[in-house]
């Protein structure tokens, strides 16, 4: 029986339960609903969930370990030497399943039975039965593999046929105890308020599990990458030259250095500019202005990252050449390529005004009022008002802005994509293409290289680095902005 | 029932320094004073009294132009100070706020340290010629808001560390420091304990000398205690407005005398 069947099936109970509780228990009250304990809904669906709940869960553990149970049993059956040469266990068991998932279509659609499945020799025909159920096979299906397949196919039937059972019957349990339970004092509202507190606290914690996820498996990666490259290479070495000889130099230093400098230049763009506006817009504009501006300013931040970045492909990078480059307005020769540092860094500041003013002006606007009569009060004037009382007091927050707009820039990816080039060096000129973490990320990853290979998996030790270095500047951020608050409040 | 030993003593109360003709305030819809009248004299302290929410701070605020920092209020009519319409559109406002200081209801230190504080208005008015100068301005100023004794081991820890009393003590050394013509005082002692209410009486009747001073207060023996004039205010309206000694012994309105008695507030 398929899947979503069951699972139709189970849901179908729940809901018949439902109705059958609300009824039973109404009848046992003898339709008094305040002989109950609670509204007859709650019996209702303390009913539903106990014919759902347990059997699902069940359900949803059963799919994620039963595959990996398989594996490991008929990955066994393939002795090391039958491994044939320059491939490994992991690609030959992407065979076996290959083979295994073909078989089930056949049978499945009727072309086979089990019999004729079993009476398989492997040999051309195996590949050709299966090319013509529209499964392609690149080479000739091997006697290991074939029977690997067909023992994976036996173990994956008999693992559904129980899996069916057992979910059914936790079902049909849940449904009679519950019935059981249903009585005119049974504190079924109580019952369900703990259902509702559990399914709240499974969304939380599947939030964190997922982050936990990602960062556990860039981990496992990571390590594979650190068994084929040496660590001291990655963090220490100079130069980041992969090429597909074995002999990649692979180093994240010239990477960071054209991250951090490029960011940097955003930051040099974005920061007086958004906190220019900020205070523009916190302290002088009129209601008006600010109704207008700042939804205005805040579209910026709605911008997709790609279209900042054909602006700095067709527009910054030439305006630039045209006043940098050989023929352009300044006469210096510095620029060659529309592509550079300072073309990225000018684009990617643009992108973090948004983000740094809006922040900015929430954390100016919760400088108390009483702090700024006080200084006018004392016959200073506005702008000496904001330099020496307002932004004193909200610096603390609007460092944690900067930090917070930092590690943006640091992980943003289209930008420099498109127009910080891919060169990766060690260079002060901001005429100049450098290269980034995350577009090598994306580059290592977008080739056609093997994925087992130490030049595609640096591209999860640089994301790990990646993440750990955006993670360390955003919890120093709302560290700093938290300890901000608390003045206040 | 009240001590008035100190009114009425030698003091010129005969020149005006502050004139209010006609005020209104309205904050949007609301008419927060309506039609006050009042001649404040120079080097004298005048006491507004009043029921809570009758309009004591806002006509305050409205002699330094605060009220212009509330951008739902207006003011018409006019203020003068030594004759001069504070409200034409050729006075700075900053400029007339650094001759007429303030200290508000509620304490607001600076983030900033005790004595960056005080030294905050000399250093915007360039009062002070050297770090000496400063740091005796600093002193003094602490010295007469009744706090000198227990900051001066800690002039370099933040204000707002100081407890509600010390912070307003500290604010109004704050407001002495700038040396305005005018202070005006919006509850000054409300958090403090008699000791200190003692000293910045003290500090109020000495100020007397070179400045004039007005006091919004809820303590009627305080009013009674340090002001030569009182004026008693009641939802907008001014009501009644006299020499101290007159308005506490012999009201002539109705409503000020059952305020002054306890029976309405
Ligand atoms: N910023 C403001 N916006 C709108 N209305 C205001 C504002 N400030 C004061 N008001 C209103 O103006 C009236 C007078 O307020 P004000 O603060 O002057 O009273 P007060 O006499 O100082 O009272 P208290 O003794 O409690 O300090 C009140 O009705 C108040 O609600
Ligand atoms: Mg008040």
């Given at each position: 029986?398929?899947?979503?069947?069951?699972?139709?099936?189970?849901?179908?109970?729940?809901?018949?339960?439902?109705?059958?509780?609300?009824?039973?228990?109404?009848?046992?009250?003898?339709?008094?609903?305040?002989?109950?304990?609670?509204?007859?809904?709650?019996?209702?669906?303390?009913?539903?969930?106990?014919?759902?709940?347990?059997?699902?869960?069940?359900?949803?553990?059963?799919?994620?370990?039963?595959?990996?149970?398989?594996?490991?049993?008929?990955?066994?059956?393939?002795?090391?030497?039958?491994?044939?040469?320059?491939?490994?266990?992991?690609?030959?068991?992407?065979?076996?399943?290959?083979?295994?998932?073909?078989?089930?279509?056949?049978?499945?659609?009727?072309?086979?039975?089990?019999?004729?499945?079993?009476?398989?020799?492997?040999?051309?025909?195996?590949?050709?039965?299966?090319?013509?159920?529209?499964?392609?096979?690149?080479?000739?299906?091997?006697?290991?593999?074939?029977?690997?397949?067909?023992?994976?196919?036996?173990?994956?039937?008999?693992?559904?046929?129980?899996?069916?059972?057992?979910?059914?019957?936790?079902?049909?349990?849940?449904?009679?105890?519950?019935?059981?339970?249903?009585?005119?004092?049974?504190?079924?509202?109580?019952?369900?308020?703990?259902?509702?507190?559990?399914?709240?606290?499974?969304?939380?914690?599947?939030?964190?599990?997922?982050t936990v996820g990602i960062v556990l498996s860039?981990?496992?990666?990571?390590?594979?990458?650190?068994?084929?490259?040496?660590?001291k290479d990655f963090f220490f070495g100079t130069i980041w030259a992969p090429n597909f000889r074995g002999d990649s130099e692979l180093s994240i230093l010239p990477l960071l250095w054209g991250t951090l400098y490029i960011s940097f230049i955003a930051l040099l763009v974005a920061v007086p500019i958004g906190l220019f506006a900020a205070i523009y817009l916190s302290e002088y504009a009129g209601p008006k202005t600010r109704a207008f501006a700042k939804p205005l300013l805040e579209i910026l931040a709605g911008i997709p990252t790609i279209v900042y970045g054909l602006f700095a492909l067709l527009t910054v990078g030439p305006m630039l050449i045209n006043l940098f480059g050989q023929t352009g307005a300044l006469g210096v020769n510095w620029m060659s390529g529309a592509t550079s540092v300072l073309t990225?860094?000018?684009?990617?500041?643009?992108?973090?005004?948004?983000?740094?003013?809006?922040?900015?002006?929430?954390?100016?606007?919760?400088?108390?009022?009483?702090?700024?009569?006080?200084?006018?009060?004392?016959?200073?004037?506005?702008?000496?008002?904001?330099?020496?009382?307002?932004?004193?007091?909200?610096?603390?927050?609007?460092?944690?802005?900067?930090?917070?707009?930092?590690?943006?820039?640091?992980?943003?990816?289209?930008?420099?994509?498109?127009?910080?080039?891919?060169?990766?060096?060690?260079?002060?000129?901001?005429?100049?293409?450098?290269?980034?973490?995350?577009?090598?990320?994306?580059s290592q990853l977008t080739g056609d290289g093997d994925f087992s290979s130490p030049e595609t998996l640096v591209a999860f030790a640089l994301g790990l680095t990646l993440f750990v270095l955006t993670l360390g500047l955003n919890v120093l951020a709302l560290y700093i902005v938290r300890k901000y608050r608390e003045q206040y409040e | 029932m009240y001590d008035i030993a100190k009114m009425g003593t030698d003091v010129d109360q005969n020149t005006t320094k502050i004139s209010a003709r006609n005020v209104q305030v309205y904050y949007g819809d609301t008419h927060a004073i309506k039609d006050v009248n009042v001649e404040i004299g120079a080097r004298s302290v005048t006491a507004f009294i009043g029921p809570s929410g009758c309009g004591k701070s806002t006509f305050l605020r409205c002699i330094n132009r605060m009220n212009d920092t509330i951008d739902v209020c207006r003011v018409d009519g006019d203020i003068l100070i030594d004759g001069e319409d504070i409200?034409?559109?050729?006075?700075?406002?900053?400029?007339?706020?650094?001759?007429?200081?303030?200290?508000?209801?509620?304490?607001?230190?600076?983030?900033?340290?005790?004595?960056?504080?005080?030294?905050?208005?000399?250093?915007?008015?360039?009062?002070?010629?050297?770090?000496?100068?400063?740091?005796?301005?600093?002193?003094?100023?602490?010295?007469?808001?009744?706090i000198w004794n227990e900051v001066k081991d800690r002039l370099h820890a933040p204000g707002t560390g100081l407890s509600g009393g010390q912070q307003q003590r500290l604010c109004i050394a704050r407001a002495i420091a700038t040396e305005p013509e005018v202070l005006l005082m919006d509850e000054p002692c409300s958090a403090l304990d008699p000791i200190a209410t003692a000293q910045v009486e003290e500090l109020i009747d000495e100020l007397r000398n070179q400045f004039s001073v007005v006091i919004v207060t809820h303590s009627m023996q305080q009013a009674a205690r340090v002001s030569q004039k009182t004026a008693f205010f009641h939802l907008g309206n001014l009501v009644e407005y006299g020499d101290t000694s007159q308005i506490f012994t012999n009201p002539q309105d109705e409503r000020t005398e059952s305020y002054i008695t306890g029976r309405i507030g």
């Open positions: 029986m398929p899947l979503s069947w069951l699972v139709l099936i189970v849901l179908a109970l729940a809901a018949a339960g439902y109705f059958v509780g609300r009824i039973r228990v109404l009848k046992l009250a003898g339709g008094d609903v305040r002989a109950l304990h609670s509204l007859p809904v709650y019996y209702g669906a303390n009913v539903a969930l106990s014919a759902a709940v347990p059997a699902l869960g069940v359900l949803l553990l059963w799919l994620l370990i039963q595959p990996s149970l398989i594996e490991n049993t008929v990955s066994a059956m393939i002795a090391p030497e039958m491994i044939p040469e320059g491939s490994n266990l992991n690609l030959v068991m992407a065979d076996v399943r290959r083979v295994a998932d073909g078989l089930y279509t056949a049978v499945e659609t009727g072309a086979m039975n089990m019999a004729q499945v079993d009476a398989l020799q492997a040999s051309a025909d195996v590949r050709a039965t299966l090319g013509e159920l529209g499964v392609a096979l690149g080479q000739d299906v091997r006697p290991e593999v074939l029977a690997a397949a067909k023992s994976y196919l036996v173990a994956s039937g008999t693992g559904n046929t129980a899996r069916m059972v057992v979910v059914l019957a936790l079902s049909l349990t849940g449904l009679v105890l519950s019935m059981i339970r249903t009585k005119p004092d049974y504190r079924a509202r109580n019952v369900v308020e703990r259902a509702v507190l559990a399914l709240l606290m499974a969304a939380a914690s599947l939030a964190i599990l997922t860039m981990l496992f990666e990571t390590i594979n990458f650190f068994g084929l490259h040496s660590w990225a860094g000018v684009v990617m500041g643009i992108m973090l005004i948004p983000f740094v003013s809006s922040l900015s002006d929430d954390i100016i606007n919760a400088v108390p009022q009483a702090m700024r009569d006080g200084s006018l009060g004392l016959g200073a004037t506005q702008s000496e008002t904001i330099r020496q009382v307002v932004i004193p007091a909200a610096l603390p927050g609007i460092v944690g802005a900067i930090l917070l707009a930092a590690s943006r820039a640091i992980g943003e990816t289209m930008i420099v994509v498109m127009g910080a080039g891919a060169i990766a060096k060690f260079s002060l000129n901001p005429f100049e293409s450098m290269t980034t973490i995350t577009t090598r990320i994306v | 409200y034409d559109k050729r006075v700075d406002p900053v400029q007339l706020r650094a001759k007429v200081g303030m200290v508000f209801q509620k304490p607001n230190p600076f983030p900033k340290s005790i004595y960056d504080n005080i030294a905050y208005g000399p250093r915007i008015h360039g009062l002070a010629k050297n770090k000496a100068d400063l740091d005796e301005i600093v002193e003094k100023s602490l010295r007469r808001g009744a």
